[in-house]
């Protein structure tokens, strides 16, 4: 199972199976966050995100991030795959230089625009069209000369192409209630 997630400022994300994601903020206004005002925090815990940046983050990068386990990114206008393969912090390394085969880590591919990963080891960027390996925050990523299996047949439909008319899906106004107290 697949789960999308529409936002209002017109992001998407699409959760792969069994990922456990949490939305620690999310602010916006129209006119405010088309100004750089907006802010959207999210976290993924364990699995994976397709995720496609909306207005919250295009006018100022630093409103817009997803911590992982390993690292926090943050976005330059952007799509991108994040999957957390195994202990997210083990032995991947050992595992990608003897079989090949990525176990343990954060794997990253970006599609669209550009990610930076904030962690212990520094900032690292990555660049549309690339995709690297993080074992632990300790760790500079190591850059992927080939998109692994996994990331090549995700489950999930990247968020750039479902067909979502978010005038229609947010047309709704607030309900607001009012109460009149006797004076």
Same mark, same amino acid.
């Given at each position: 199972?697949?789960?999308?997630?529409?936002?209002?400022?017109?992001?998407?994300?699409?959760?792969?199976?069994?990922?456990? *994601? +949490?939305? #620690?903020?999310?602010?916006?206004?129209?006119?405010?966050?088309?100004? +750089?005002?907006?802010?959207?925090? *999210?976290?993924? $815990?364990?699995? +994976?995100?397709?995720?496609?940046?909306?207005?919250?983050?295009?006018?100022?990068?630093?409103?817009?991030?997803?911590?992982?386990?390993?690292?926090?990114?943050?976005?330059?206008?952007?799509?991108?795959?994040?999957? @957390?393969?195994?202990? @997210?912090?083990?032995?991947?390394?050992?595992?990608?230089?003897?079989? +090949?085969?990525?176990?343990?880590?954060?794997?990253?591919?970006?599609?669209?625009?550009?990610?930076? =990963?904030?962690?212990?080891?520094?900032?690292? #960027?990555?660049? !549309?069209?690339?995709?690297?390996?993080?074992?632990?925050?300790?760790?500079?990523?190591?850059?992927?000369?080939?998109?692994?299996? $996994?990331? !090549?047949?995700?489950?999930?439909?990247?968020?750039?192409?479902?067909?979502?008319? =978010?005038?229609?899906? *947010?047309?709704?106004?607030? =309900?607001?209630?009012?109460?009149? =107290?006797?004076?």
């Amino acid at each position: 199972l697949v789960c999308w997630v529409c936002l209002v400022c017109g992001g998407r994300i699409s959760l792969l199976a069994n990922t456990e *994601f +949490g939305i #620690e903020a999310y602010e916006y206004q129209t006119k405010a966050s088309e100004e +750089g005002h907006g802010k959207a925090v *999210f976290h993924m $815990f364990k699995g +994976g995100v397709r995720a496609l940046s909306g207005t919250i983050g295009k006018k100022n990068h630093k409103n817009y991030s997803l911590k992982t386990p390993i690292s926090t990114i943050s976005i330059r206008g952007t799509g991108y795959d994040v999957v @957390c393969r195994g202990a @997210c912090s083990s032995s991947g390394l050992h595992q990608l230089k003897n079989s +090949g085969v990525i176990k343990n880590g954060l794997v990253s591919r970006v599609w669209q625009g550009g990610i930076v =990963h904030k962690m212990e080891a520094g900032q690292f #960027e990555l660049g !549309e069209g690339q995709s690297n390996l993080i074992i632990n925050s300790k760790t500079p990523p190591i850059k992927l000369p080939k998109l692994p299996k $996994f990331m !090549e047949k995700l489950p999930a439909t990247r968020p750039d192409r479902l067909k979502v008319d =978010h005038k229609k899906l *947010f047309a709704a106004k607030p =309900h607001t209630t009012h109460q009149t =107290h006797p004076t």
